[in-house]
């Protein structure tokens, strides 16, 4: 065979594994450049032979269920392995509950007996998984390693190695952080209202009492308590410290939201703030090694407080929607715990709040607080995957069990394609002039900003979705050099090894959708204003 159809070949392979990987787990990238495809290529049609038998063993399933007349448990049985939208990333919400759910109520003796196969398939198919993972990371492939177990949690959510491997302890039929089970052990709960609180207070929690220095008060004291910013509520969740006056029920959404994004960007970012080896070490039991800060979040009661207190430092602050500083907060917050003279997110509730917005800045705190980096990110140039990243995680929502990255349904992405394809709209600067680009000639250039982030939002997109996700080993590895300012114009050419001219063509290419056409708007494009998205770093 030669080398051409060899190569087209592996493609095929890697990527209807990759197609396989996004329906069925949530994803961890863990390379720092892109994947050797011929060194993997044993473990990649290992794992393709694994997924074939398991759909054979589901069709031998679901061919049981017709003969029963179980017509709906056969489409269910047929329909578990499916193509994924290869334009959206699926990240699996692991159950907390320990067990498998139960059989309808009232099931048949058909339908229990098909409800165990079906659960039993899925618990085989998880080992297998998980056994063909242990031997990829000892070849050191970490990054289909990990592909594996999490496709392997997604068959089994129980799997204890695994659920082990990543932090997870078996408490009270509870499926805890050991965060979370320190603070159970402590008489602690996880009150969606009120965040953790004893388990012998909820009573009072909900009868509107408030604990004091002095003793119970109402809720409506404790408001007036807390009132100033600088005297708030602190919430604390497992990742984040946040200091709150709009109410102790808000800041606990909030911190739930942040929790959501922090899970994923985790997974998906692993090797941006983990070494191979520790990575490879989290199968040898290894995970405590992998201790991350907690964040800090200032959250005002009202835009009106928010522009108050940042304007004297941040004349400009009055057009954002939220801002991560780093550096010393501006908001002096008496402790415990303390967060002032630290780095903070800043947002507002009320109508104006703006949830993607919440997720864009949260992601700068991430990146920026997750590992050391250098004082000099985005000065050389790169600066557009800063932004990048930040806009595609804009786009992280949750449905059916999963939180779901990008789409060609997004904001940015529709006025990115218009920018692309419409000629009175078009707008794009090749790739090899766009890396040139640092922090002051993006922010700087009113005329162009709002359209030059549009294209960070299209390209860094397109970096994730690619040929079902060719360029990720190859993006986070880029954000690596970016932000530890060891990137030169060619940095992201040379870790997806090919030309800068290529990577327009694709971009351009993919771009387009499959059978899709680009509307054509009435007026101008209406980009998303740049000025809500920027950091100050």
């Known amino acids: 065979m030669n080398s051409t159809a060899t190569t087209a070949s592996r493609r095929r392979r890697t990527a209807a594994f990759r197609a396989l990987v996004a329906v069925v787990a949530s994803l ?8 050797p495809v011929a060194a993997a290529e044993d473990y990649l049609s290992a794992a393709l032979k694994l997924t074939e038998d398991f759909r054979a063993n589901l069709e031998q399933l679901a061919a049981l269920c017709e003969q029963r007349g179980l017509s709906e448990q056969a489409a269910q049985t047929r ?3 499916k193509p994924p939208d290869p334009t959206r990333l699926f990240v699996s919400v692991l159950p907390v509950e320990i067990g498998p759910p139960a059989p309808p109520e009232g099931a048949s003796a058909d339908v229990a007996a098909w409800h165990k196969r079906f659960y039993e398939l899925r618990s085989e198919q998880a080992g297998d998984y998980y056994a063909l993972a242990r031997k990829a990371v000892k070849a050191r492939h970490a990054s289909l390693a990990f592909d594996l177990i999490m496709a392997a949690l997604h068959e089994d959510p129980d799997h204890k190695s695994i659920r082990q491997m990543l932090g997870f302890r078996q408490y009270r039929g509870q499926w805890l952080t050991n965060y979370e089970m320190k603070r159970a052990q402590e008489g602690y709960l996880w009150h969606e209202r009120f965040g953790w609180i004893k388990r012998n207070l909820v009573g009072q929690y909900e009868e509107g009492k408030r604990p004091s220095d002095k003793g119970w008060i109402t809720a409506e004291e404790d408001a007036r308590l807390h009132a100033d910013i600088r005297n708030g509520w602190v919430i604390q969740t497992e990742h984040y410290n946040i200091l709150t006056n709009h109410s102790i029920e808000e800041g606990v959404a909030l911190g739930a939201k942040l929790e959501g994004l922090y899970r994923v960007w985790k997974q998906l970012f692993i090797r941006y703030y983990a070494s191979e080896a520790q990575v490879a070490g989290l199968f040898e039991g290894r995970a405590a090694k992998l201790q991350l800060p907690q ?15 940042l304007s004297p430092g941040y004349p400009s602050i009055g057009i954002s929607l939220g801002i991560y500083i780093s550096g010393p907060t501006p908001v002096p917050t008496p402790g415990p715990p303390p967060i002032s003279k630290k780095s903070a997110m800043y947002f507002f509730a009320g109508e104006d709040s703006d949830v993607p917005t919440l997720y864009h800045e949260a992601t700068h705190q991430l990146f920026h607080e997750s590992r050391q980096v250098s004082p000099m990110v985005g000065q050389g140039g790169n600066f557009w995957v800063i932004e990048g990243v930040a806009m595609y995680f804009e786009t992280l ?16 992405v529709e006025v990115a394609r218009i920018r692309l394809f419409e000629p009175k709209y078009r707008f794009y600067e090749p790739l090899a002039k766009f890396c040139e680009l640092n922090i002051t000639d993006i922010q700087s250039d009113q005329d162009l900003i709002a359209k030059r982030y549009t294209q960070a939002a299209g390209l860094f997109f397109f970096l994730m979705h690619y040929d079902n996700g060719r360029y990720r080993d190859a993006a986070v590895a880029y954000l690596n050099a970016v932000y530890s300012a060891r990137d030169t114009v060619k940095t992201l050419r040379q870790l997806a090894r090919t030309t800068y001219e290529e990577l327009d063509r694709q971009y351009a290419e993919f771009m387009k959708g499959p059978g899709e056409t680009v509307e054509s708007p009435a007026g101008a494009p209406a980009e998303p204003n740049a000025d809500n998205t920027n950091s100050l770093q």
């Open 28 to 35: 961890f990238w863990l390379s720092i450049g892109p994947r």
């Open 79 to 81: 329909g578990w392995v």
């Open 295 to 309: 964040h800090n979040v200032v959250h005002f009661r009202n835009r009106q407080e928010y522009v108050a207190a």
């Open 397 to 412: 929502k949750q449905e059916n069990g999963s939180h779901v990255l990008g789409g060609f349904d997004t904001e940015r």
